[in-house]
């Protein structure tokens, strides 16, 4: 009788799993699209709902750190009170992280350095914690504080990019390119267009060397492309390099070109490996002037030409700039600085894991 069971069971199985099988094989048309399409929007939600989750983890440490610092400003608590606090937390949540007395004195600052909470709530509170350390520990100015809060926020950096464009002093190279914006584009694009390119561009990911002929940088900004879009910023995709050009039977290549969406418009880069001579200038305002006939889409904006080199001389620049007027800009780029761009940053966004991992690794 038990082997009858048994062989029963082993029918049962059997008709499940062939079945199934049999149906993987027989999938109607638009299965896949439709599956990938739900895959999608469940990653989605499943990354709002972590996100959710640790912005409201960082409104509770406020909270907790501002009743410490209440406390201890008006009735003089000591820091051994932590301690206790500490304790105490952990054995009524064993099941939560976060109560060491490291993290909770992070949580006093964290409340100290952020009084409004209204601003926590729009800004710092929607990045993660740890970058919200690293912003107390390196930061003591509560304007640049808040200022690279906001550019993390806008960018998406993890704590390790935080840690570079801060050590990379990212405030003083941003809008600091010379151009011509303020005469070649309406008000509104000229303001975002000097916010959004730089000087100097720092490509440490380059190697030792800095490279002595302009094919040899391009290859390696190519060879490092999403090192190279952080570095560029938000909002550039990347169209191709040595992109052929046909003059009257002559041919041309432009280094990279690249789509900017929030600008709507194409960059043009061109790549020196010297210092900067005036007919670079000539030779990038034609290379957009094609750019705008032949590939420009009519909703497009007219592109914007960037030329990077090892060094220039400002005065030089400003009176080549002059009297062109596509608008352009001219910047150094640099590969020796004191600290090198971290090897374990993949991209603008984190993953779920990472997410997941950042909410329940906040233990110090």
């Not at 151009?179 to 000097?194: E, K, Q």
């Amino acid at each position: 009788m038990a082997t009858d069971n048994r062989k029963q069971r082993g029918k049962n199985v059997n008709d499940i799993v062939f079945p199934v099988a049999e149906s993987l094989m027989q999938l109607p048309e638009g299965y896949s699209d439709f599956i990938a399409d739900i895959k999608a929007r469940v990653t989605q939600q499943r990354i709002k709902t972590v996100l959710a989750a640790s912005t409201e983890m960082i409104l509770l440490y406020w909270e907790i750190g501002n009743a410490i610092l209440q406390r201890q400003q008006s009735e003089g608590w000591g820091a051994k009170v932590i301690d206790r606090m500490s304790y105490d937390l952990k054995r009524a949540f064993p099941d939560m992280q976060g109560f060491s007395p490291r993290n909770l004195k992070y949580m006093r600052k964290f409340a100290e350095a952020w009084p409004d909470f209204q601003l926590v709530q729009r800004t710092v509170a929607l990045i993660p914690w740890r970058s919200n350390i690293t912003l107390l520990d390196k930061l003591q100015n509560p304007e640049l504080r808040l200022w690279y809060a906001i550019k993390t926020l806008e960018n998406g950096f993890g704590k390790d990019m935080l840690v570079f464009q801060i050590d990379s002093q990212l405030h003083k190279r941003q809008g600091a390119s010379i151009n011509n914006f303020n005469v070649a584009l309406p008000p509104a694009d000229s303001d975002l267009a000097s916010q959004i390119f730089k000087d100097p561009y720092l490509f440490d990911f380059l190697g030792t060397a800095d490279p002595r002929r302009e094919i040899d940088l391009e290859r390696k900004l190519v060879e490092h492309i999403q090192k190279f879009l952080l570095e560029l910023g938000q909002g550039f995709a990347f169209v191709g390099r040595q992109v052929h050009l046909e003059l009257g039977g002559d041919d041309f290549y432009i280094d990279l070109l690249f789509y900017h969406l929030k600008l709507r418009c194409y960059v043009v880069i061109e790549l020196k490996a010297g210092e900067f001579k005036p007919e670079y200038v000539s030779k990038l305002n034609m290379y957009q002037n094609v750019v705008n006939v032949t590939l420009k889409h009519p909703d497009d904006k007219p592109s914007i030409g960037l030329l990077l080199v090892k060094s220039k001389n400002k005065m030089v620049v400003e009176y080549s700039l002059a009297g062109f007027t596509n608008p352009m800009g001219v910047a150094e780029w640099e590969n020796q600085i004191s600290q090198s761009l971290p090897d374990d940053i993949k991209s603008n966004l984190p993953s779920i894991e990472e997410i997941e991992k950042e909410l329940g690794n906040d233990e110090f």
